[in-house]
């Protein structure tokens, strides 16, 4: 088959990462007989070097007339120390969002068995962790209007939310539930916040069409602690966009690396998929970046596709490299040598084009030391 992906890898460590990830989805194509054109566009600080916009119009026409995106980072250090700065990396982003209308971010966390001694939290709690945050991403205190006072010494930021805006990311965390485990926890803050109430008593209503699904409410304060404290309780997760931001970074704790984490934004004609981490800029250029969460996202974007094999293969490759420790330093066992990203990369695609042959010593091939055992 025939598609057309754009890549988009941004800054920072994107580019690194991205790389990788087009490593793997080259390798599905030689495998499984495809073919993915690829369109690289431009967004964030490299884009404002470069036009002047955080989001050039080339960049949104390569995204609309792509079948599916594969997004890096955005985030440069010059506009983080730089709080005055009225055009910033980080407006590309959201701008594209809204262009491309992507109203969902899904987020799966696992805890691989491999990678429990790395998390900070017990192995008892976190081994068997298997859920996905669904958060609205349209919506919600981010889009809302934002003022500072004259004299800059108050400032305010309107959250704001339409129940049709609620419905549409409800329906595909509902639809999610009834393939996983017919749960949906709503997270949200109704004790305080109208919003709040709001998407609680839409979810109310909308639970009606979905009776196998049991659902559950939390508070945002609560859930971050049973995050940590029983994080296999939850199945599904939806909420917000402020706090779907908050608690997705939160159970990167669990996964031992939020190098680990990927996502896709889903919308009605257009979806893109990307790591949830930033772009590192401390460790742009040195080869060190984990690439696993760009390479997953490239595995949810081959499922978008309806490529469930190709996709299958690329998180089996995933786990093989776990579980053989050719992974970076910051997953790295203590006894373990680090690989550096472009190597992690290399055995992925390896793996996905030699999978047949089970005698392959692909530890050994990566340290140049045999080809086979």
């Not at 599905?28 to 916009?53: P, R």
């Not at 004790?191 to 009776?211: D, F, G, Q």
């Amino acid at each position: 088959m025939k598609f057309t992906i754009a890549i988009i890898p941004g800054d920072g460590i994107g580019p690194e990462v991205t790389s990788q990830a087009k490593k793997a989805l080259d390798a599905v194509a030689e495998a499984y007989d495809h073919i993915f054109l690829y369109k690289e566009a431009q967004i964030g600080a490299t884009a404002i070097e470069a036009t002047g916009s955080p989001l050039p119009k080339e960049t949104i026409e390569i995204c609309k007339n792509a079948d599916a995106i594969l997004f890096g980072a955005v985030g440069n250090e010059y506009y983080d120390n730089n709080p005055s700065a009225k055009v910033r990396p980080e407006q590309g982003l959201l701008r594209l969002r809204q262009e491309l209308d992507l109203f969902c971010k899904i987020k799966p966390v696992k805890a691989y068995d491999n990678l429990i001694y790395n998390s900070p939290l017990k192995r008892d709690v976190i081994k068997g962790t298997d859920f996905v945050i669904f958060r609205e991403l349209t919506g919600g205190i981010y889009f809302g209007d934002k003022e500072i006072s004259k004299d800059e010494k108050s400032a305010y930021d309107k959250s704001f939310y339409t129940i049709d805006q609620i419905k549409r990311v409800a329906h595909l965390a509902f639809k999610a539930a009834q393939r996983r485990r017919n749960k949906i926890t709503l997270v949200d803050k109704a004790n305080v916040l109208a919003t709040s109430r709001l998407w609680r008593k839409t979810i109310i209503e909308i639970a009606k069409e979905y009776p196998n699904v049991d659902v559950e409410f939390m508070f945002i304060d609560n859930a971050a602690m049973k995050m940590i404290l029983n994080p296999k309780q939850f199945d599904v997760i939806l909420t917000e966009n402020l706090f779907g931001d908050i608690i997705s970074d939160e159970a990167s704790a669990i996964a031992g690396s939020i190098g680990l984490l990927a996502s896709s934004s889903i919308g009605e004609k257009n979806a893109l998929f990307e790591p949830i981490h930033g772009s590192f800029p401390k460790a742009k250029g040195k080869d060190i970046a984990n690439p696993l969460a760009s390479i997953l996202s490239a595995a949810m974007l081959l499922k978008h596709l309806g490529l469930d094999e190709e996709a299958d293969a690329i998180e089996r490759a995933v786990e093989k490299s776990i579980a053989l420790g050719i992974t970076t330093k910051d997953i790295k066992r203590k006894t373990q040598t680090s690989t550096s990203t472009s190597k992690v990369g290399d055995f992925i695609a390896d793996y996905i084009t030699n999978q047949d042959d089970s005698n392959m010593n692909f530890r050994n091939i990566h340290m140049g030391q045999s080809t086979i055992i």
